[in-house]
C-alpha cells in the first residue's frame, strides 16, 4: 500500500510563518521531517505575524500543491495584507494627488456624486445642482481656449489671476450674464477651488477669492388682488395649450400646460406663502386642529433645512414649519375637500397623478409662468412671486411678528427679499399724512 506524499516544506528556504497544516488533526508543522500524523489531509497554510501584537497572526490556507507555488503564494498574501496594514476589510487608501486642471474637475463631479466619498460625509445633492458644475466646468475649459490656454495640459496651481479675468468676461461679455448669475457661478467655482486645495494640501493660494461681487438690488414684485384674480380666470385647457421648440427638436411640439388642480395649487401657494416644494408635500393629515376643533396650522417638514441636511436628520427631530390656517385658507382647504380627506395621509395637491413631487412642483412653476405671460403684463413675475405677495401683506400688517406667519428666524430677511415697498407707497398716496387730519365738526 502506498504512502501519502508528503509535501514539500524545507527547513532551510522556509520563510518565517509558512507551514504544513492538516486538515484532519489539525496539526501545524514547520518542516516536513517534523510531520507525525498519517491522515494524509496535509496542506500549505500562512500565518502572519501581525506587527506591534505579541502571538496575533493572520491565517489562511493556501491552494498550492507545491513548495515553490507555495512560496508565490504566501508572498502574495503577505504584501496584500501590508497594503490593507492588516485589516480584515478593505481599507481605502488616499487618492493619488491630482495635478492637472481637468484631473481636478473629474475628481470633483465623482465626489459631488458621492463616488469613493465615506458614507457619514456622503451628502444627497440635487441632480440639477451637479448638472450646474458639469456647465460650469465646460464653460471654464471654453473661457480658456478661447484666450489660447491649453487646458489640457494645465496645472491646477497654474490657473492665476489674468485667467481668472478670461472666466470674468466669458461670464459677463460672452454671455451678459445677470449679475446674481455672474455671483453664483464664481461661487461655485471657488467653492471647487477651495474643495481641491483643502482636500489636496496644496499650497497654493484660491485665486477665485479676490473676485469682488456684482451690485445685485433684490427685485421683489408682489402681486396684486384683480392681477391674481385675472390669472385664475385665465386657467382653462384652451389656454394651457402652447407650441413649444425644444432644443432637441427642430419642430415645435404641442405642450398642455392645464391640469385641473392648478388653481388650487396657485391659491395654496398664495395663502401659505409656502414655495412650491413646500406647498406638493402637504398632506391632509398635517393640518393641525385648536382644542374647539376649529383649524389652527398646516404642519410640515421644512423641507429646505431637511434638504440642506442631506435629509441625514431623523424622522423625529426634523424641522418642521407651520402654515397659519387663516380664513380663507380655511376656505379653501373646505373647498378642497377637506371633510372627505381630513386625517388622510393623501397630498392635498394632485394625489391621484402618481407623480413625484419634484414633478408636480415643476408642473406648477412652468404653468404659472404660461398663464401669467398670457396676462401681457410685461413683468417677469413667477410662482414666487406669490410668496412674496403673502410675506409683503404679513410684514405690512404685523412688523416684526410677522415671523410667525412667514417661518423666517429675522424679519430683516423678509424686509430684504420678500417686502415689496411699492405696495406701502401706493397705500400712502391715499391714506397717509404726517399729520393726521382733524375731522371737521
Given at each position: 500500500?502506498?504512502?501519502?506524499?508528503?509535501?514539500?516544506?524545507?527547513?532551510?528556504?522556509?520563510?518565517?510563518?509558512?507551514?504544513?497544516?492538516?486538515?484532519?488533526?489539525?496539526?501545524?508543522?514547520?518542516?516536513?521531517?517534523?510531520?507525525?500524523?498519517?491522515?494524509?489531509?496535509?496542506?500549505?497554510?500562512?500565518?502572519?505575524?501581525?506587527?506591534?501584537?505579541?502571538?496575533?497572526?493572520?491565517?489562511?490556507?493556501?491552494?498550492?500543491?507545491?513548495?515553490?507555488?507555495?512560496?508565490?503564494?504566501?508572498?502574495?498574501?503577505?504584501?496584500?495584507?501590508?497594503?490593507?496594514?492588516?485589516?480584515?476589510?478593505?481599507?481605502?487608501?488616499a487618492e493619488s494627488r491630482p495635478t492637472r486642471l481637468i484631473e481636478c474637475f473629474a475628481y470633483y463631479m465623482g465626489y459631488l456624486n458621492n463616488v469613493g466619498v465615506p458614507s457619514h460625509k456622503?451628502?444627497?445633492?440635487?441632480?440639477?445642482?451637479?448638472?450646474?458644475?458639469?456647465?460650469?466646468?465646460?464653460?471654464?475649459?471654453?473661457?480658456?481656449?478661447?484666450?489660447?490656454?491649453?487646458?489640457?495640459?494645465?496645472?491646477?496651481?497654474?490657473?492665476?489671476?489674468?485667467?481668472?479675468?478670461?472666466?470674468?468676461?466669458?461670464?459677463?461679455?460672452?454671455?451678459?450674464?445677470?449679475?446674481?448669475?455672474?455671483?453664483?457661478?464664481?461661487?461655485?467655482?471657488?467653492?471647487?477651488?477651495?474643495?481641491?486645495?483643502?482636500?489636496?494640501?496644496?499650497?497654493?493660494?484660491?485665486?477665485?477669492?479676490?473676485?469682488?461681487?456684482?451690485?445685485?438690488?433684490?427685485?421683489?414684485?408682489?402681486?396684486?388682488?384683480?392681477?391674481?384674480?385675472?390669472?385664475?380666470?385665465?386657467?382653462?385647457?384652451?389656454?394651457?395649450?402652447?407650441?413649444?421648440?425644444?432644443?432637441?427638436?427642430?419642430?415645435?411640439?404641442?405642450?398642455?400646460?392645464?391640469?385641473?388642480?392648478?388653481?388650487?395649487?396657485?391659491?395654496?401657494?398664495?395663502y401659505t406663502g409656502g414655495r412650491s416644494e413646500d406647498i406638493v408635500e402637504l398632506k391632509w393629515s398635517d393640518i393641525r386642529l385648536q382644542e374647539d376643533g376649529k383649524f389652527d396650522t398646516l404642519?410640515?417638514?421644512?423641507?429646505?433645512?431637511?434638504?440642506?441636511?442631506?435629509?441625514?436628520?431623523?424622522?423625529?427631530?426634523?424641522?418642521?414649519?407651520?402654515?397659519?390656517?387663516?380664513?380663507?385658507?380655511?376656505?379653501?382647504?373646505?373647498?378642497?375637500?377637506?371633510?372627505?380627506?381630513?386625517?388622510?395621509?393623501?397630498?392635498?395637491?394632485?394625489?391621484?397623478?402618481?407623480?413625484?413631487?419634484?414633478?408636480?412642483?415643476?408642473?406648477?412653476?412652468?404653468?404659472?409662468?404660461?398663464?401669467?405671460?398670457?396676462?401681457?403684463?410685461?413683468?417677469?413675475?413667477?410662482?414666487?412671486?406669490?410668496?412674496?405677495?403673502?410675506?409683503?401683506?404679513?410684514?405690512?400688517?404685523?412688523?416684526?411678528?410677522?415671523?410667525?406667519?412667514?417661518?423666517?428666524?429675522?424679519?430683516?430677511?423678509?424686509?430684504?427679499?420678500?417686502?415689496?415697498?411699492?405696495?406701502?407707497?401706493?397705500?400712502?398716496?391715499?391714506?397717509?399724512?404726517?399729520?393726521?387730519?382733524?375731522?371737521?365738526?
Open positions: 500500500m502506498n504512502e501519502t506524499k508528503i509535501p514539500r516544506l524545507p527547513e532551510k528556504g522556509r520563510p518565517s510563518g509558512l507551514y504544513l497544516f492538516c486538515n484532519g488533526c489539525k496539526s501545524l508543522y514547520s518542516s516536513e521531517k517534523k510531520v507525525k500524523c498519517k491522515c494524509g489531509k496535509l496542506v500549505y497554510k500562512a500565518q502572519i505575524h501581525i506587527p506591534g501584537s505579541v502571538k496575533r497572526v493572520k491565517p489562511m490556507i493556501l491552494q498550492a500543491t507545491e513548495f515553490k507555488e507555495a512560496l508565490n503564494q504566501f508572498y502574495s498574501f503577505k504584501e496584500a495584507l501590508q497594503q490593507n496594514s492588516f485589516q480584515k476589510v478593505l481599507i481605502q487608501k456622503q451628502k444627497i445633492r440635487d441632480p440639477k445642482y451637479i448638472a450646474k458644475y458639469d456647465h460650469l466646468f465646460e464653460q471654464y475649459k471654453d473661457a480658456l481656449a478661447e484666450n489660447g490656454v491649453d487646458w489640457k495640459i494645465l496645472k491646477f496651481t497654474e490657473v492665476n489671476d489674468q485667467m481668472i479675468g478670461f472666466i470674468h468676461d466669458y461670464f459677463l461679455v460672452k454671455n451678459g450674464y445677470a449679475n446674481k448669475t455672474y455671483n453664483n457661478n464664481m461661487g461655485l467655482l471657488s467653492a471647487f477651488t477651495t474643495h481641491i486645495i483643502n482636500k489636496f494640501k496644496f499650497d497654493y493660494q484660491n485665486p477665485f477669492l479676490g473676485v469682488p461681487d456684482m451690485v445685485v438690488t433684490p427685485k421683489v414684485k408682489a402681486i396684486g388682488e384683480n392681477e391674481f384674480s385675472s390669472l385664475l380666470d385665465l386657467i382653462t385647457p384652451e389656454n394651457g395649450i402652447q407650441m413649444k421648440t425644444l432644443k432637441t427638436r427642430k419642430n415645435q411640439r404641442k405642450v398642455n400646460h392645464y391640469k385641473p388642480w392648478l388653481k388650487y395649487a396657485f391659491r395654496l401657494g398664495l404642519e410640515t417638514i421644512d423641507h429646505k433645512i431637511d434638504s440642506a441636511n442631506s435629509h441625514r436628520i431623523s424622522e423625529k427631530d426634523r424641522i418642521t414649519k407651520s402654515f397659519a390656517i387663516t380664513q380663507e385658507l380655511g376656505a379653501l382647504l373646505h373647498e378642497m375637500g377637506y371633510e372627505r380627506y381630513k386625517n388622510t395621509s393623501l397630498y392635498i395637491i394632485a394625489p391621484e397623478d402618481g407623480l413625484k413631487r419634484s414633478n408636480v412642483a415643476g408642473i406648477i412653476s412652468r404653468s404659472f409662468s404660461h398663464y401669467y405671460d398670457l396676462l401681457n403684463t410685461g413683468k417677469p413675475i413667477t410662482f414666487r412671486n406669490l410668496r412674496k405677495t403673502f410675506m409683503t401683506s404679513a410684514y405690512k400688517e404685523f412688523g416684526l411678528a410677522s415671523t410667525a406667519l412667514t417661518n423666517h428666524k429675522n424679519p430683516s430677511m423678509t424686509d430684504k427679499h420678500y417686502f415689496d415697498k411699492e405696495v406701502t407707497r401706493d397705500e400712502a398716496k391715499e391714506n397717509f399724512s404726517v399729520f393726521k387730519k382733524k375731522r371737521k365738526s
